[in-house]
């Protein structure tokens, strides 16, 4: 063979994980990896917590120098040298380098595009204002370091609430700041929907956290005073909020210029469109990351998702088909790229929010309806067993298919939470139904789970579900009553609040019957039988046995409402 | 459909999970529960931590009273009430009750035994003696609290090292004991292998308890003083320990003594022998939980796995297979228990301790050979990014077929134990392959895990094991290199240290060569290409990245010793 060359642009997640696995698949092929930036192979999912000084040491992000990956790898990391252009026909790069301004020309057999995305900054007045910053490199962070450390500020404002935003909105708190998030959605982390974010809001607002929903910011102005910068944020509802510094974290797109000039496929969103095996439009060109188009796994369409695992795993697979191409590695090693769930993670002050798969937004923004198309499982769980000290409340939301296909799922609570949404997160990879999941056999003992794990539980419920033992009323099901006996055929609904007395001296839904759960057998014929029955307690689970009960006793319309009163008090 | 009569023998894990889902199937089914003890539905994997004061509030371990279970269930409870027998052919059972020593014949439709287990006590001299117990119900655990209430023991012996008799080491030391440990295997945790449980081990007498193995109890002596009770144990080593108390923890044997005499199919272990549907090879009766005899799940064998999650899982189906032989559901909605992984875990110490599946003592018994019929996988990894703070090592042993298929896994660590265990298990159950680990998208953010999980490290190792990427020496290996040679064909092994200088300063192997991972390329004509060379480092990631550099170099014989110094410094 003769000696090959591979150019990588981008020496971060994709890039750097490439050219490793690469190497250990062969000693001769020549890797370099262009790299814009001063670092390579920094962990930028740390960056929030360096911040916030949850991590002290600067040093404990940079996971490997150029000199590192040149001794133990044999790769020529340039740091500093930019890819301007891509010669396709000439199998070149016109590279610039940041010392000197000089330019030069690369010859590859193959290139790698890992150039991952950028935050995006709208042309919103004043954005360009001092003391706003976005976050997505080891420079910009430096950059709100030293600005936190020499500024001191003491206000804080977080454009837009996904994860990240969260991550610094945390992280600014940690560094003594008031915070205000700001997001134009009516909610924050997209990935889950509505209601569960609701579980969410609550708990940034009871951490002295101000939440500013639905709106969105027209203007930035710097109205600094002799003791320092400040900048007045105005929204589009006229409120304003005036903060010392200001992160924005409104979004990201990739960095797909290049790409673009060279004339590869892309889509609407600037992704580059790659074949299963990674590969673009040109043959020799594999991209990964961020900046690619993936298929999104459960209904095979196309999307973005910028996570560093996916971006990991694309390189490790990319390496082994640019080996098999060179006839290193037999072709029947080739590797392919399945699709993205989209299992993503955070923490968000004292809850962790996960999601996998597809969300109830998408579902109806696909046009799926209801009880039709998907079925919706909302439960309570304690994240191990009740009687062992620790556990705490877990909601986990699943959507299935009729026929038990599992859509996706989402979790928020305190505890157990990441475990949960990676069980469920392999059940879907690996094509289980809705219904198996009563079926895996997860490790019990008490300070990690209960007997009945609360993924089995989902397991039992949405097998309940899908064979009529139970059905549930949407989480904002009691607020809209008539909208609800409409659409039943029904009369009216009777909410029927099975806790015991003292329960419901602390809480009770309006307009609401009470029945304790024990004395229902005997006290049914109090209850209208043309109604709908919605059954209500703690968690769900006392609510659903008495449908069970109402339900054998000819009760012809009951529903439960999901995961009980903790549940309802914060989605509204 | 006439009245149909259910009588359940067992109140606890599966009698009383199979009562209520059989209640909530149906409201007419007259269900009886017989139990011979003064309590159901209680917490027995509680137990200990309530002797420890972990769980404070001894009401916290009763999940429902018999009152409740009347009132909420509409089940007729009967504790205090032993069935002695089973007459068949008139579908009967003969009952006595404690209260009075009355007998009285109660009828059934279908009948389900959930008698459960009970601990063994051999007959080793002295055994009966006082301030000697078992532990397996609410008696018990009055019984061992009371003592230790009353009589303050400072020392105490355990002996048996599964994991009831470890929790119970630990909480005897949170009550303030010295604690000793006896067992009669080379290890302790059965389900695990020798050297995962060397880790375990060493975190034992780190908190400060002594732990005897390889040797057995040859007799109980009670040599108290006027200050208290006292027994000495007098081990087959002529080892003699003293404690003021002493819990038996060495084994269970099934309650299926009722069944043996009624006639029913037993294994050679007592093991009530049911079908997929968990009927006994009588048609009106059912058992479920610690009592039956259980398929396998890996390979199909047959077997006994005591635990809650099974136990539960298998009431639930019982109670629908029995709900559609009476007519009441549809046939089709008929469960059938696929088998039992034996997933488990526990907390020892500092550790977590968990498996799931086939461990490698037992593919060695049933004649398979290591690199033919089974390969290991054992490695290194954190429980999330080493960024972050709070990251622990955890240790993670996988076996697999040559075809990929999961046998079984073991993990080892103080965080994050559990979740990996729970998404192999989920994989085992789904059908995965090895080396589909890899594959799946698990949630990651620095607080949780990293943006390879150490699942997914586990499925990338399988895959360059089963592709001839990687080839790894047994954890033993180092200690016996002629055998090694022997088998390789080599003249001699070389162990190639890979670390950086201080760190051997800190620790090396004996007789090793030393040449720090970024020399390699340099200073590899210094090792001898007929050896075996055998690379060394602290976790095995640069073994493994010096292993392709020495094989992609030419050299023929090169193998990684798995999961580096930590584990190597445990397993001896
Ligand atoms: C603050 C933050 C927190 C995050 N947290 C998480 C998390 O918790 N979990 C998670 O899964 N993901 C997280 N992510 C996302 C994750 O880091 C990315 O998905 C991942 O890094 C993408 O890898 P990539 O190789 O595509 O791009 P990157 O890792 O961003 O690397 C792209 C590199 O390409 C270089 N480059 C671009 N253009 C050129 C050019 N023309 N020439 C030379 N070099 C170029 C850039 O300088 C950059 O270094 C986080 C990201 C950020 C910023
Ligand atoms: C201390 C301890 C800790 C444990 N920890 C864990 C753990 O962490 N994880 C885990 O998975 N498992 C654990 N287990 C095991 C788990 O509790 C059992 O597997 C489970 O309870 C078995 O359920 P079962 O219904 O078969 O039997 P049981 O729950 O034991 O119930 C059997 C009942 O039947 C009654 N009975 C027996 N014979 C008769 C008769 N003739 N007439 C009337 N009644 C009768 C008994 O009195 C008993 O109450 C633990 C067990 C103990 C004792
Ligand atoms: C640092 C970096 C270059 C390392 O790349 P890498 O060598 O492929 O990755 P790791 O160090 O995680 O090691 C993984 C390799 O070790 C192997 N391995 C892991 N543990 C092992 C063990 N105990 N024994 C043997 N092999 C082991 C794996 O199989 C894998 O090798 P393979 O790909 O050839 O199968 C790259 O991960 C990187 O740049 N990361 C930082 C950027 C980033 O990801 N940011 C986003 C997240 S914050
Ligand atoms: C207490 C006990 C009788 C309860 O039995 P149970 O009612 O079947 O079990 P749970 O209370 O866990 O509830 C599970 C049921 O609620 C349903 N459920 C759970 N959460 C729900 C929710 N939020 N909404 C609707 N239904 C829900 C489940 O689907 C399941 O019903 P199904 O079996 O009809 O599908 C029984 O579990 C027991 O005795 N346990 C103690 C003994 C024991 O297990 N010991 C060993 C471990 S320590």
Redesign the interface.
């Known amino acids: 063979m003769d000696k090959k060359k591979v150019v990588i642009i981008g020496g971060v ?1 994709g890039g750097a994980t490439t050219a ?1 696995r690469l ?6 092929i020549e890797i370099i990896i262009m790299e814009k930036g001063d670092y390579i192979s920094y ?1 930028n ?2 960056l929030p ?1 360096y911040i916030g000084d ?2 002290k040491e600067r040093e ?2 940079l ?1 490997q120098t150029p000199q ?1 990956m040149k ?4 790769i020529d990391v340039r740091t500093g040298n930019e890819v301007l252009s891509i010669d396709r026909k000439e199998k070149t790069v016109k590279v610039k380098r940041a010392s000197d301004g000089s330019e030069y020309v690369e010859s590859y057999d193959n290139l790698v595009i890992s150039t991952g995305s950028t935050p995006i900054v709208p042309p919103i007045e004043g954005i360009k204002g001092e003391g706003i910053f976005t976050l997505w490199n080891i420079p910009d962070t430096d950059k709100i370091k030293n600005y936190i450390t020499e500024k001191k500020p003491k206000t804080a404002a977080v454009i837009g609430g996904g ?1 990240i935003g969260l ?1 610094m909105a945390e992280n600014l708190k940690e560094a003594g700041c008031s915070v205000s998030i700001i997001e134009m959605q009516d909610q924050v982390m997209a990935p889950v929907d509505y209601e569960m974010a609701q579980l969410v809001h609550e708990n940034i607002r009871m951490n002295g956290v101000e939440l500013i929903l639905s709106d969105g910011v027209q203007k930035f102005e710097n109205i600094s005073e002799p003791t320092g910068n400040k900048t007045r944020i105005t929204l589009s509802s006229g409120k304003a909020v005036d903060a010392e510094i200001v992160i924005l974290s409104i979004g990201i797109k990739p960095n797909s210029g290049l790409a673009k000039e060279a004339g590869l496929e892309l889509n609407q969103r600037g992704g580059i469109i790659v074949d299963e095996y990674l590969k673009t439009s040109d043959e020799n060109i594999y991209a990964v990351g961020d900046v690619i188009e993936v298929t999104e ?1 459960i209904e095979k369409g196309k999307t973005m998702i910028p ?7 694309q390189a ?1 697979i990319c390496a082994g088909n640019i080996a098999a191409g060179f006839g290193i590695l037999d072709k029947s ?1 080739e590797g392919i790229y ?1 699709g ?8 968000v002050f004292d809850f ?1 929010v ?1 999601a ?1 798969g597809l969300n109830e937004k998408t579902l109806i923004r696909m046009g799926r309806k209801a009880n039709e198309d998907y079925f919706v499982a909302i439960i309570n769980q304690k994240s191990h ?5 620790g556990s705490a409340p877990i909601t986990l939301k699943m959507l299935f298919s009729p026929e038990g296909k599992i859509f996706g799922a989402q979790i928020v609570g305190v505890d157990g939470v ?2 949960r ?3 469920i ?3 879907i ?4 139904k809705a219904a ?1 999941l ?12 209960s ?3 609360p993924v ?1 539980m989902l397991g ?1 419920v949405a097998e309940n579900i899908l ?1 009529g ?1 139970v059905r549930f009323v949407p989480w904002d099901g009691l607020e809209k009553r008539d909208e609800l006996a409409i659409k039943m055929g029904v009369p009216a609904v009777t909410v029927l609040d099975v806790t015991e007395s003292f329960e419901r001296m602390a809480f009770a839904v309006e307009d609401s019957v009470h029945i304790p ?3 229902v ?1 005997d006290r049914m014929q109090e209850l209208d039988r043309e109604n709908l029955i919605v059954t209500f307690c703690a968690i769900g689970v ?1 609510s ?2 008495v449908a ?2 109402l339900m ?2 000819g009760f012809k319309h009951v529903a439960v409402y999901p995961a009980g009163t903790g549940f309802y008090k914060s989605a509204f």
């Open positions: 997640a490793a190497r250990r698949l062969n000693e001769n962990a999912c740390g917590y949850v991590i404990a992000l996971l590192a001794q133990r790898f044999n994860f991550e796994f996570l560093a695992g996916p971006a990991n795993k490790r090693t399945e993205t769930q989209g299992t993503s993670v955070a923490k962790t996960a996998t067993a009740g009687y062992y000290p990441d475990k949404i990676d069980v997160a392999t059940a990879r690996l094509g289980a198996d009563q079926k895996l056999e997860l490790a019990y003992a008490p300070p990690y789970s007997a009945k794990d089995n039992f064979k033992v759960f024990g004395q057998r006392r659903y046995n069970r009960i054998n006793s």
